[in-house]
Structures are given as C-alpha cells and as structure tokens.
C-alpha cells in the first residue's frame, strides 16, 4: 500500500508528509498504521480530479529559486538553505534543509544553496522524462551577487578552497 502511495506522491505532492511518515513504521506497523494508510486512500478518492497536470511533449518553463540564511542557527551557526522548483506556475517541490558544513560567509552559504538547487533541477528534469514531458532550459535564480560570480568562474581562489569539492558540482 505505501509503494502505490509512494507512486502517487510524483503527481500528487500534497500527500508526500503522511506517506513518508507511515513509511517509518513498515517494519513493525500497527492497526493505528493501517488506518492512516486507508484514511490517505479515502482522501486520494475524494480528490482524484485534483493534482499536478502536465501537458504532453510540450516544453514547460521551470524556474528553481534557490535562497539560505547566514548562521541562522543560533546553536551551532550553521545556515539554512532553502530551494523551491516551479514547473509552469505549480510548485511541484521544495526544499529546506541546514546544511552539514559551517559557512564562513554569505557567499558561501548561498552558493550552497545554488547547487542544491541544481542538483533538484536536474532530478526534476530526469523524473519529468518519465511522463514524456521534456524540460527545456531549467533556470537557477540566487539573490547573491558572489555566489553567481563564483558559479561563473569557479576557479578556486585563496578565499573559496574551504568550500567543500561535493558543493563545486554547480
């Protein structure tokens, strides 16, 4: 049952939260577990018209932003990013995560953040191929003037070799 609700989650992101969650619990389930399952399937029924349309073989404009917080965290100092994914005028993902190293700069963390967003663009245009829907140019948008230069000309100058080689991938 939670490998159709998976399924189901690519055109209908709405049910992603309580799906993942009850995922949790498949190696020892319990009837509370059971009934979530059949309470997500009464509510797929009662919304089946409702979810994410794309027309076929046509090419959609799909805009990433792409933004984080310096040292937002007031325990560890550590940023947040954030990335959200438009295909056409639908929200059809998002993203927010603390990322795992401490960022030095705001550069540092929004560049980070530019390459999450790549790396969701890039998994966007490779599931939307399993629905014929061809992606024509994903654009990337950062509010950082230093982490689009940087991603410009990614040489590894004296101030950015700190920044981990996983994060040059942008």
Avoid at 19 to 30: D, G
Avoid at 41 to 47: A, D, L, P, V
Avoid at 133 to 138: E, G, M
Wanted: with cysteine; charged share 20%; aromatic share 10%.
């Amino acid at each position: 049952m939670i490998g159709s609700l998976l399924y189901l989650t690519a055109s209908s992101p709405d049910i992603m939260f309580s799906v993942c969650l009850c995922a949790h619990f498949q190696e020892a389930p319990k009837t509370s577990h059971l009934d979530t399952i059949k309470r997500i399937f009464r509510y797929i029924k009662g919304t089946s018209h409702l979810g994410l349309w794309y027309p076929k073989g046509t090419g959609l404009e799909t805009i990433v932003y792409a933004d984080s917080d310096h040292a937002g965290d007031y325990v560890d100092q550590k940023s947040t990013s954030g990335v959200c994914t438009f295909v056409g005028c639908c929200l059809t993902s998002w993203m927010s995560k603390k990322q795992t190293a401490l960022a030095i700069s705001t550069t540092e963390a929004e560049y980070v953040s530019a390459e999450k967003s790549c790396q969701q663009a890039l998994w966007m245009k490779q599931a939307l191929v399993d629905y014929e829907v061809k992606l024509n140019d994903v654009h990337v948008l950062c509010d950082n003037k230093g982490a689009i230069d940087l991603s410009k000309n990614p040489v590894l100058y004296s101030r950015t070799k700190h920044i981990e080689i996983r994060h040059h991938f942008l």
